[in-house]
């Protein structure tokens, strides 16, 4: 069944993020060059230092540190959600240029169930309802003719919010703090 996982991985982080840090904020008071700089940060300082920053709310420094996820298994629903966050880049999956043909995925889209409709035992009928919108989506494909990103760009509209896609997104640390805070609200939607 094509129901998807949600899999999400870190692929790419700033190196030595604590001496980053370190030396971005020492720079603002400092007459120093930034080699002399990050030469004379002792590695052993670096972590009370960051520590000492946050503790007087100067986080500017940190926003020099980012951090890139791939995300796999993710409604649209929850990309929309996503990209509010404007401090941050988005290469998300596009239904304009990748078909959901049935062709491709053995008879079905990816889709996601919100853990509501499982608990309510509709998980079938749920099912049911996204193999429906398949015959809808492959039925537009067959009609608009075989244009490639026109025919696709077009039959999307009757897919659900509840397809799966993939995204790769980079946030700076600050952002991800905030991101954090704000999304792990237990009345932010997943």
């Known amino acids: 069944m094509p129901q998807a996982k949600l899999k ?22 400092s007459p120093a060059n930034i080699d002399d700089l990050r030469e004379k940060i002792a590695a052993s300082d670096q972590k009370k230092f960051v520590e000492k920053l946050a503790s007087l709310g100067h ?34 999956q596009s239904q304009r240029y990748v078909s959901e043909h049935s062709q491709k995925h053995g008879g079905l889209f990816d889709f996601i ?26 039925e537009l494909v067959e009609t608009l003719g075989d244009k490639g990103e026109e025919t696709f760009q077009d039959a999307r509209f009757i897919l659900p919010n509840a397809a799966e896609t993939k995204i790769i997104l980079t946030m700076n640390a600050r952002e991800l703090l905030h991101f954090i805070r704000v999304r792990t609200c237990l009345r932010a939607q997943w």
């Open 113 to 138: 169930i919100p853990p509501s409709i499982e608990a309510a035992d509709k998980k079938e009928w749920f099912i049911d309802k996204m193999r429906q919108i398949q015959k809808w989506y492959d």
């Open 8 to 29: 999400v991985v870190l692929i790419a982080h700033t190196p030595q993020p604590e001496k980053v840090v370190a030396t971005a904020a020492k720079l603002c008071y």
């Open 59 to 92: 986080l500017s420094p940190i926003e020099h540190i980012s951090f890139t996820f791939a995300v796999e298994g993710i409604s649209r629903v929850c990309t929309h959600q996503l990209v509010r966050h404007r401090i941050a880049s988005y290469s998300q």
